[in-house]
Nanobody, 123 residues
């Protein structure tokens, strides 16, 4: 069983940075690929980034590529999303997800989900 708790969201001006964290409980965490999704008001949840269990196989959506960096520290049971050059269109509720299969993460059908952390970017 894996439980996920996101943190690090907040209000930031356009061009600023934030780092989101996703802390996982459960020893299985270190063997699970993980990812980030986001959902803006009145929009569908969309894929942001994914990472393999060992910290390799990183993947990003085109909208964040070059601005966001996904990473993980298995010793701390934590995954991160460093977000730079933030834009107002990045405003959303950000969720972390985990699943035993990396290819499942990007589909949005991951087995485990956190409750989300709000990111608001002002213009």
């Amino acid at each position: 069983q894996v439980q996920l708790v996101e943190s690090g969201g907040g209000l930031v001006q356009a061009g600023g940075s934030l780092r989101l964290s996703c802390e996982a409980s459960g020893r299985a965490f270190r063997y699970y690929p993980m990812g980030w999704f986001r959902q803006a008001p009145m929009k569908e949840r969309e894929f942001v980034a994914a990472i393999g269990w060992s910290g390799d196989n990183m993947d990003y959506s085109d909208s964040v590529k070059g601005r966001f960096t996904i990473s993980r520290d298995n010793a701390k049971n934590t995954m991160y999303l460093q977000m730079n050059s933030l834009k107002p269109e990045d405003t959303a509720l950000y969720y972390c997800t985990a699943d035993p299969t990396l290819s499942i993460i990007r589909t949005g059908l991951g087995r485990y989900w956190g409750q989300g952390t709000q990111v608001t970017v002002s213009s």
